[in-house]
């Protein structure tokens, strides 16, 4: 019959999408910008700490240099590569009357430009071990009783493990169950929050 | 941009100490950060240390300021504060600000000269600026109490901020 002769003939259109989700799809680094910058202000952080003489000869130029990498770190960490890198956020509120709370969501559906297992691979790995070598330098610190240092190896130990705990905390609440409503409770103005749900 | 706005904002509520919920609700450790930094590195190259680079004096003055800081916090809550961990530390932190501007003032006026004129001049601006952290970080920090502790809470913040003015008014270049 005709009618399936049109049917063969007929171009059938795909949807696979456009060429840019493909390729999207297919990359190993969906967000390379923050994976570089998530591992940048760590590692960089302990390289300085370790060659410090080399670089300079001033204990307060290389303590304020760590100082505010480990900032950056904790900044770019918390608010950047956690929500792009493996889809999770954990952040302080506090209510009218003054109680505060800690909140922890996972996104609940990946999208498209949600990221790869390499990404959060690297993410975790970079995420956990460098509060590891963190307490190495602790206990380094101690021992050889270089103890101007220690103010900053414990700066930078509580701001490393602050943010492995609150991942940690996002990422265990997550798998317990499955299908939680989003929290009406926690909802603020600027997250829409049917993509997140929380922990 | 939008965390330096809010730092910014935190900052000019100090200056102006009314009871404001911005500076308790949104907490943020920017700002103590920025100013226990530059605090500590306007203390450096004081006669104290005379060999070494300084080293041991900022930090010093880095721990003095975070654990003081802490201390304060545990000691309110232990009183029964309704105030959470960081928000204290938060507003104990920024109202370091008018004792940062004593520092600068005072470096400012030791690069004049350290004669007894300067002596004095740095005295009242440190007193001055002693007494508006105190009372700004009061103001913030009393409410949280209930009526008969609020003297037990004053207390410590007053010493914390005592000991930072000592700092910088016997800080005497090299």
Not at chain 1, 30 to 53: E, N
Not at chain 1, 138 to 165: D, E, M, P, R
Not at chain 2, 124 to 132: C, D, E, K, L, T
Not at chain 2, 147 to 173: C, D, E, G, H, Q
Request: glycine share 6%.
């Amino acid at each position: 019959p005709r009618q399936a002769l049109v049917d063969d003939t007929e171009d059938v259109s795909l949807d696979f999408g456009s060429e840019e989700e493909l390729a999207l799809r297919k990359a190993r680094f969906r967000h390379p910008l923050a994976t570089f910058f998530h591992l940048f202000f760590r590692v960089s952080a302990i390289v300085t700490y370790l060659f410090c003489d080399w670089f300079s000869n001033s204990f307060v130029a290389c303590f304020v240099t760590i100082l505010l990498l480990l900032s950056f770190d904790f900044w770019s960490v918390k608010n950047v590569t956690g929500r792009l890198l493996v889809g999770l956020r954990w952040w302080n509120q506090i209510d009218e009357d003054g109680k505060s709370h800690w909140v922890f969501e996972a996104k609940r559906v990946p999208t498209i430009a949600a990221s790869t297992e390499a990404e959060a691979r690297i993410f975790w790995l970079g995420l956990i071990i460098c509060p590891v070598i963190w307490t190495l330098f602790f206990f380094s610190t101690l021992f050889s009783l270089k103890l101007k240092w220690l103010a900053l190896v414990i700066a930078g130990i509580s701001l490393q493990t602050a943010n492995l705990y609150g991942y940690i905390h996002c990422k265990l609440g997550g798998q317990k169950t499955l299908s939680r409503a989003a929290s009406r409770l926690f909802a603020t103005a600027d997250v829409p929050k049917s993509k997140y749900r929380a922990v | 941009m939008r965390d330096l706005k809010a730092v910014g904002k935190k900052f000019v509520h100090v200056m102006y100490p009314r009871k404001s919920s911005a500076l308790l609700r949104d907490w943020d450790l920017w700002g103590p950060l920025v100013l226990c930094v530059s605090l500590a590195l306007m203390l450096q190259g004081g006669s104290a240390d005379s060999k070494d680079d300084g080293g041991p004096q900022f930090a010093e003055v880095f721990v003095i300021i975070w654990f003081g800081a802490v201390v304060i916090t545990l000691n309110s809550k232990l009183l029964g504060g309704t105030i959470s961990f960081f928000q204290s530390l938060c507003v104990l932190g920024y109202c370091v600000l008018p004792l940062t501007v004593a520092m600068l003032v005072c470096r400012l006026v030791l690069l004049a000269g350290a004669g007894t004129i300067s002596f004095i001049i740095r005295l009242i601006v440190v007193v001055a600026m002693f007494g508006w952290s105190t009372l700004a970080s009061t103001a913030f920090l009393a409410d949280s109490q209930p009526p008969n502790r609020k003297a037990l809470v004053v207390y410590p913040i007053f010493l914390f901020y005592f000991v930072i003015s000592w700092m910088i008014l016997t800080f005497t270049p090299q």
